[in-house]
């Protein structure tokens, strides 16, 4: 039996922006993905807990499925199998990590899959390694979409700038609360609509991505100096121009303006926006009191830490 978990991730600053190669800043979540990968002699199984959907089981050498609900939780397990040429397997995955809600579900399982069976099958990759083949596999199961911050964040944790290339910040933890709308957000559609937006009004829309640029390499020296006021600023001022890129939606507004009402520092969208969630600074007031108002507002709350480790063995449950 062999386990590894992984962690979700969160863009702080630059959605959209990044697509065409402004910076961007994420980090890795506290919420995690784990796998557990046992022998199962004539089966290949994949087993499902706390994915958001009911536990289902699949059965990949007869093709029986027994949810309609499976289809997130295993086509990027199924891909690390193939790729990996694995059989007489049980696969178990646990996650505390909403799908389809811009807080890297699927990287996060991808990740921990790679590392718990190339653990098991006695390869031994290294974190670049499993970084790598993660971010290929992702993109491949998303047909060219995957964003190599998510892989990247799952497998090495902490924070990453994102500019073309990735690299590492060492800074310290983040305290946010993330409010989720639970309406399902499409990435590939919202990043496709600002791009022709792009297209058709360059004048206007290159300035916004700059702006939001500027925003994410100031946010740095900000964290840095855990300078919470002025942060929340910036991320009010990053929600107000993803808002003019028209990705907002009534119901991530609504969740936002209650958190800032209750005292945030600062609200944004976080992801593509369309649906999915925000987060929001916790100002001198109580989480508790925050995360009670954007519940009120029509959204699911938790507090959670950013900077946290990323892809881990686990010890056998």
């Not at 290294?126 to 993660?134: F, G, N, P, Q, R």
């Not at 003019?244 to 303006?257: F, K």
């Amino acid at each position: 039996m062999t386990a590894a978990s992984a962690p979700g991730k969160v863009i702080l600053f630059g959605e959209h922006a990044v697509v065409s190669g402004i910076p961007a800043l994420g980090g890795a979540l506290d919420l995690r993905a784990k796998v557990i990968v046992t022998d199962c002699p004539g089966k290949l199984l994949i087993e499902t807990e706390g994915l958001f959907v009911s536990g289902f089981s699949l059965d990949l050498l007869s093709g029986q499925i027994l949810c309609q609900q499976a289809s997130h939780a295993t086509r990027y397990v199924s891909a690390v199998l193939r790729e990996l040429d694995a059989s007489n397997l049980s696969v178990r995955i646990e996650s505390s990590i909403p799908p389809a809600s811009g807080l890297g579900s699927s990287a996060a399982i991808t990740v921990a899959t790679v590392a718990a069976l190339s653990r098991h099958l006695g390869q031994d990759l290294t974190a670049k390694d499993v970084a790598a083949l993660s971010h290929r596999i992702e993109k491949s199961v998303q047909e060219g979409l995957g964003s190599s911050m998510d892989t990247a964040l799952a497998t090495f944790g902490g924070y990453l700038r994102v500019s073309g290339q990735v690299e590492p910040l060492t800074l310290p933890p983040l305290r946010i609360v993330v409010g989720d709308t639970g309406a399902p957000h499409d990435t590939r559609n919202e990043v496709a609509r600002v791009q022709a937006l792009k297209e058709r009004y360059p004048d206007v829309v290159s300035p916004i991505f700059q702006a939001i640029g500027a925003i994410s390499e100031k946010a740095v020296s900000l964290i840095q100096e855990q300078n919470l006021p002025e942060l929340g600023a910036l991320m009010n001022a990053n929600h107000g121009l993803l808002e003019a890129l028209g990705v907002g939606s009534q119901q991530l507004s609504d969740l936002v303006y209650a958190a800032r009402k209750a005292g945030a520092w600062g609200a944004k969208i976080t992801g593509a926006g369309g649906g999915g969630c925000m987060i929001a600074l916790p100002g001198t007031g109580n989480i508790k009191i925050l995360t009670a108002v954007i519940e009120q507002a029509g959204g699911r709350a938790f507090a959670a830490m950013v900077g946290c480790q990323g892809v881990r063995m686990e010890a056998d449950p």
